[in-house]
């Protein structure tokens, strides 16, 4: 037969597993919102690095646009005005243009670089987020079962330490 102490240290060992149980699946819940929000801001990151690429490539084909017709009305009225050597104008205004030309890639291809790395950063702010949630251990139903046992054999023990001597001898004998 148990005694009141023992029945109660069961309860509360059945009590703090239940607890920590309920607190492990908290986190779980708490871990699987931050890797959603992790996964949010990462999308979101890479989202506003690939509308900057598209202004960009639209920036860069406006301004060799922009370039290019300004180079052609430049020959037009070079050409227009008779002011020498046809060939020689073409040539003078056709090495402004590629050195414009060549500003203008090389500013986008900053551009690019930049983008890339912000992609690169992006990754790296998503991995440190992923690497600070921290795991979550289940109570061990084992542990519980171990501990019960343990508490019943210990009131057991007791109670047998408290029935009279006399008593168990003679019930023996019969």
């Given at each position: 037969?148990?005694?009141?102490?023992?029945?109660?240290?069961?309860?509360?060992?059945?009590?703090?597993?239940?607890?920590a149980k309920a607190v492990a699946k908290g986190k779980k819940l708490a871990n699987a919102q931050t890797r959603k929000s992790s996964d949010k801001a990462y999308l979101n990151?890479?989202?506003?690095?690939?509308k900057d690429a598209v202004l960009a490539t639209r920036e860069k084909k406006a301004e060799d646009f922009r370039?290019?017709?300004?180079?052609?009305?430049?020959k037009a009225e070079a050409l227009n005005t008779n002011a020498g050597n046809g060939l020689k104008i073409m040539q003078d205004i056709g090495g402004g243009y590629d050195m414009q030309f060549l500003?203008?890639?090389?500013?986008?291809?900053?551009?690019?670089?930049?983008?890339?790395?912000?992609?690169?950063?992006?990754?790296?702010?998503?991995?440190?987020?992923?690497?600070?949630?921290?795991?979550v251990t289940m109570p061990s139903?084992?542990?519980?079962?171990?501990?019960?046992?343990?508490?019943?054999?210990?009131?057991?023990?007791?109670?047998?330490?408290?029935?009279?001597p006399d008593?168990?001898?003679t019930e023996g004998s019969h």
């Open positions: 037969m148990c005694d009141v102490v023992t029945a109660l240290k069961v309860g509360m060992a059945v009590q703090n597993y239940r607890s990151d890479i989202s506003k690095i690939d370039l290019s017709q300004e180079e052609n009305a430049k500003d203008v890639s090389r500013d986008f291809e900053t551009d690019v670089l930049n983008l890339v790395s912000q992609e690169s950063e992006a990754y790296g702010a998503q991995e440190r987020r992923y690497n600070s949630i921290k795991p139903k084992t542990g519980l079962y171990l501990q019960v046992a343990t508490i019943g054999a210990e009131g057991w023990q007791k109670s047998q330490s408290n029935t009279d008593i168990t001898s």
